[in-house]
Protein backbone atom coordinates (compact mmCIF):
# COMPACT_ATOMS: atom_id res chain seq x y z
CA UNK A 1 0.00 0.00 0.00
CA UNK A 2 0.87 3.37 -0.79
CA UNK A 3 0.01 6.61 0.36
CA UNK A 4 0.16 9.91 -1.65
CA UNK A 5 0.18 14.02 -0.54
CA UNK A 6 0.59 16.46 -2.95
CA UNK A 7 1.96 19.76 -2.09
CA UNK A 8 2.40 22.99 -3.22
CA UNK A 9 -0.23 24.81 -5.53
CA UNK A 10 -1.97 27.93 -4.72
CA UNK A 11 -1.89 31.09 -7.18
CA UNK A 12 0.20 31.50 -9.92
CA UNK A 13 0.44 33.94 -12.48
CA UNK A 14 -0.57 33.04 -16.54
CA UNK A 15 2.52 32.69 -18.24
CA UNK A 16 4.29 31.68 -15.19
CA UNK A 17 6.11 28.22 -14.22
CA UNK A 18 5.58 25.59 -11.16
CA UNK A 19 7.15 22.30 -10.30
CA UNK A 20 4.75 20.74 -7.82
CA UNK A 21 6.03 17.54 -5.94
CA UNK A 22 3.65 14.45 -5.12
CA UNK A 23 5.70 12.29 -2.16
CA UNK A 24 5.00 8.74 -1.77
CA UNK A 25 5.09 6.50 1.56
CA UNK A 26 7.01 3.37 1.80
CA UNK A 27 9.79 1.62 0.42
CA UNK A 28 8.60 0.25 -2.61
CA UNK A 29 7.83 3.61 -4.67
CA UNK A 30 10.00 2.43 -7.38
CA UNK A 31 7.52 -0.33 -8.25
CA UNK A 32 4.04 1.99 -8.85
CA UNK A 33 3.39 3.47 -11.86
CA UNK A 34 2.67 7.04 -11.10
CA UNK A 35 0.13 9.49 -12.94
CA UNK A 36 -0.99 13.21 -12.45
CA UNK A 37 -4.84 13.94 -12.69
CA UNK A 38 -7.10 17.21 -12.43
CA UNK A 39 -10.53 18.02 -11.83
CA UNK A 40 -11.66 21.18 -12.81
CA UNK A 41 -15.28 22.85 -11.36
CA UNK A 42 -18.28 21.33 -12.07
CA UNK A 43 -16.28 18.99 -14.45
CA UNK A 44 -14.98 14.92 -13.98
CA UNK A 45 -11.73 14.47 -13.07
CA UNK A 46 -9.27 14.03 -16.52
CA UNK A 47 -6.21 12.14 -17.14
CA UNK A 48 -2.87 14.94 -17.05
CA UNK A 49 0.36 12.55 -17.54
CA UNK A 50 1.80 9.18 -16.49
CA UNK A 51 5.37 7.40 -15.74
CA UNK A 52 6.01 4.23 -15.69
CA UNK A 53 7.60 2.36 -12.66
CA UNK A 54 11.20 1.86 -12.32
CA UNK A 55 13.53 4.46 -13.99
CA UNK A 56 9.91 6.08 -15.82
CA UNK A 57 11.38 5.77 -19.22
CA UNK A 58 7.69 5.56 -20.25
CA UNK A 59 5.73 8.82 -19.98
CA UNK A 60 2.39 10.47 -21.47
CA UNK A 61 0.62 13.91 -21.45
CA UNK A 62 -2.53 14.66 -22.52
CA UNK A 63 -2.74 17.10 -25.88
CA UNK A 64 -3.64 20.01 -23.56
CA UNK A 65 -0.55 20.14 -21.94
CA UNK A 66 2.21 18.50 -24.36
CA UNK A 67 4.70 20.60 -24.68
CA UNK A 68 4.04 22.61 -21.29
CA UNK A 69 4.02 20.06 -18.61
CA UNK A 70 6.26 17.14 -17.68
CA UNK A 71 5.99 14.59 -15.36
CA UNK A 72 9.01 12.91 -14.09
CA UNK A 73 9.91 11.28 -11.01
CA UNK A 74 12.60 10.75 -8.16
CA UNK A 75 12.88 6.91 -6.54
CA UNK A 76 15.40 7.83 -3.93
CA UNK A 77 12.97 10.41 -2.72
CA UNK A 78 9.90 8.65 -3.57
CA UNK A 79 8.16 12.01 -5.34
CA UNK A 80 6.81 11.93 -8.49
CA UNK A 81 6.97 15.67 -10.00
CA UNK A 82 4.27 18.08 -12.41
CA UNK A 83 6.73 20.57 -14.19
CA UNK A 84 4.62 23.47 -15.41
CA UNK A 85 5.45 26.24 -18.11
CA UNK A 86 3.42 28.16 -19.89
CA UNK A 87 0.50 28.46 -17.80
CA UNK A 88 -3.05 30.04 -18.36
CA UNK A 89 -6.40 30.36 -16.84
CA UNK A 90 -7.67 26.86 -17.69
CA UNK A 91 -5.07 25.24 -16.25
CA UNK A 92 -6.78 25.86 -12.89
CA UNK A 93 -8.16 23.10 -11.07
CA UNK A 94 -7.59 20.25 -8.17
CA UNK A 95 -4.32 18.19 -8.98
CA UNK A 96 -4.43 14.42 -7.99
CA UNK A 97 -1.54 11.78 -8.04
CA UNK A 98 -2.27 8.83 -8.41
CA UNK A 99 -0.48 5.73 -7.83
CA UNK A 100 -1.09 1.58 -9.47
CA UNK A 101 1.62 -2.04 -9.65
CA UNK A 102 -0.27 -3.05 -12.38
CA UNK A 103 -1.41 -0.85 -14.86
CA UNK A 104 -1.01 2.66 -16.10
CA UNK A 105 -2.09 4.17 -18.50
CA UNK A 106 -5.20 7.68 -19.18
CA UNK A 107 -7.74 6.15 -17.88
CA UNK A 108 -9.30 6.45 -14.26
CA UNK A 109 -7.43 2.81 -13.64
CA UNK A 110 -5.22 3.86 -10.37
CA UNK A 111 -5.64 2.16 -6.67
CA UNK A 112 -4.16 5.01 -4.89
CA UNK A 113 -4.93 8.54 -4.71
CA UNK A 114 -3.64 11.69 -3.06
CA UNK A 115 -5.82 14.04 -1.48
CA UNK A 116 -5.40 17.02 -4.01
CA UNK A 117 -3.93 19.93 -3.91
CA UNK A 118 -6.00 23.07 -5.94
CA UNK A 119 -3.89 25.36 -7.94
CA UNK A 120 -5.13 28.27 -9.53
CA UNK A 121 -4.07 30.57 -12.34
CA UNK A 122 -4.79 34.12 -12.88
CA UNK A 123 -4.84 36.27 -15.51
Known amino acids: QVQLVESGGGLVQAGGSLRLPCAAS????????MAWFRQHPGKEREFVAY?????????AHTDSVKGRFTISRDNAKNTVYREMNSLTCEDTAVYYC???????????????WGQGTQGTVSS
Open 51 to 59: ITWRSGEGT
Open 26 to 33: GRTFSTYH
Open 98 to 112: AADRNDYGPRNIYDY
